[in-house]
């Protein structure tokens, strides 16, 4: 990942987890609590692919774990937010455009009901019951539900930022740095300098030639 997509997503990611961790998560609402660093990554995903996705999933699921208050072991949910990150941004859309609110919306709702199952599955496979408990059935509807109230309000808002950094990348300047990047740029898309050098011979000898043909047509005229 570029630096400023690293700088970008470590500050939002940040915010999602203080918000949830001071506020959402004491609302004491029944059943799951609304899980906005996984909106967090969901939008950042719908903007930097399926790879992208998968990092910033595994770094927000990592600082999730460690924050307290945690109970669980570290990596648990760096795991279930880093496949939750890859398989959201195979959903990225073209041109990073959304054309609908139909496709993200299902995106929030199948990552909800999957990272519930996900999170679940792993704290069974080394012995966490607590799930069971609260009851499975519960859990995923009331994260459903929550996830998809509370998506309207911040994914765009995630994607709308991350476009708005993609437009302007690190180390872009006006004036002289940006003509610097055109031509280093038109360097490299044609490979070699000496396309540019042949272009520009070319453009010289044709108007040398067109400078003799209008110089030996002005002496015919001054000769009749």
């Known amino acids: 990942m570029r630096v400023n997509r690293v700088i970008l997503s470590a500050a939002l990611v940040v915010i999602a987890l203080v918000i949830q961790v001071s506020v959402l998560a004491r609302l004491q609402l029944p059943g799951a609590v609304p899980d906005l660093v996984l909106l967090t990554v969901l939008g950042l995903a719908l903007v930097y692919g399926h790879l992208g996705g998968a990092f910033v999933g595994f770094g927000a699921g990592l600082l999730t774990d460690l924050a307290p208050p945690a109970d ?111 031509i280093t740029a038109g360097w490299f898309a044609g490979g070699t300098g000496l396309r540019v050098g042949g272009q520009r011979g070319g453009l010289r000898v044709k108007a040398a030639r067109n400078r003799a043909a209008r110089a030996g047509r002005i002496k015919g005229v001054k000769r009749l």
């Open 72 to 182: 669980h072991a570290a990596g648990r949910y760096a795991l279930v937010l880093c496949v939750i990150g890859y398989l959201a941004g195979l959903a990225k859309p073209d041109h990073g455009r959304l054309r609908t609110a139909a496709g993200p919306m299902l995106v929030v709702v199948g990552a909800a009901i999957g990272s519930t199952l996900l999170y679940a599955t792993v704290g069974a496979l080394v012995g966490d019951t607590a799930a069971r408990h609260v009851g499975l059935p519960s859990l995923l509807f009331t994260a459903a539900v929550y996830d998809l109230l509370l998506a309207p309000f911040t994914v765009p808002l995630i994607m709308a930022i991350a476009r708005r950094a993609e437009n302007d990348p690190l180390g872009e300047t006006a004036g002289g740095t940006g003509s610097k990047t055109n």
